[in-house]
């Protein structure tokens, strides 16, 4: 049974549309959700730990939400640079983590 | 601060070979996870070792082996290579095991024909 989806799997933004993606999560006693950044060719890069519902943490033009079966990266006035694969994750022990599929995203100038 | 290297880049073997990946991980860090990324799919969790003991190892048979040593880097050695093991290897490393943020190398691509 899969325990965080993404949605959606693939997104084309124009440069400056705001957009969010979605990460959606099954386990109990939520112990942490990551956010990772994957670029081409690269391995994931952290961006966002958020713990508890509520909380929100902000990076340039990402801003990373949780609520208690869910998580949402808003992309705000995204720009090319901001093209990559976010990958949402939540601990299913100790530092081991279930990954999403991620969300493919691509910016157009 | 060094970050996570691992070698090498890319790889290309035949099935039934066995391969060795290599992963030094960042400056301080003692925990070190392996993680097979299929394309278009997300990481799944091969195992991690701890201060050089495997500490937990996810749905994946014998074959796939692992050793860390004293100055935390680490290995992933798979035998009996299938086509299916083609993906993108990547090693993680993280101070102990509080779930803290894991730090990716950019990983080996290894490609099985």
């Known amino acids: 049974e899969d325990q965080v989806t993404q949605s959606p799997e693939a997104l084309r933004l124009q440069e400056g549309e705001s957009s969010s993606l979605n990460c959606s999560y099954t386990?109990?006693?939520?112990?942490?959700l990551f956010w990772y950044r994957q670029d081409p060719g690269k391995g994931p890069e952290f961006l966002f730990t958020l713990y508890s519902a509520g909380e929100e943490k902000e990076k340039e033009r990402l801003k990373a939400t949780l609520t208690k079966k869910e998580s949402f990266l808003h992309i705000t006035a995204p720009k090319p640079e901001d093209s990559a694969t976010y990958l949402c994750?939540?601990?299913?022990?100790?530092?081991?983590?279930?990954f999403g599929k991620g969300n493919q995203v691509v910016v157009i100038p | 601060e060094t970050g996570v290297t691992q070698s090498p880049t890319h790889l290309i073997k035949t099935r039934g070979q066995q391969v060795t990946l290599r992963c030094s991980s960042q400056?301080?860090?003692?925990?070190v996870s392996w993680y097979q990324q299929a394309l278009g799919q997300g990481p799944q969790f091969i195992f991690q070792y701890y201060r050089e003991e495997e500490n937990g190892r996810g749905n994946f048979p014998p074959r796939f082996s692992g050793l860390q040593f004293p100055n935390y880097s680490s290995e992933l050695n798979v035998n009996a290579l299938e086509l299916d093991d083609s993906a993108l290897y990547l090693c993680?490393?993280?101070?102990?095991?509080?779930?803290?943020?894991?730090?990716f190398g950019n990983g080996t691509r290894l490609t099985v024909t």
């Open positions: 400056s301080g860090h003692n925990t």
């Open positions: 993680a490393s993280s101070l102990g095991l509080d779930n803290s943020p894991l730090h």
């Open positions: 386990v109990s006693g939520l112990r942490g």
């Open positions: 994750a939540v601990p299913e022990g100790n530092n081991r983590l279930a």
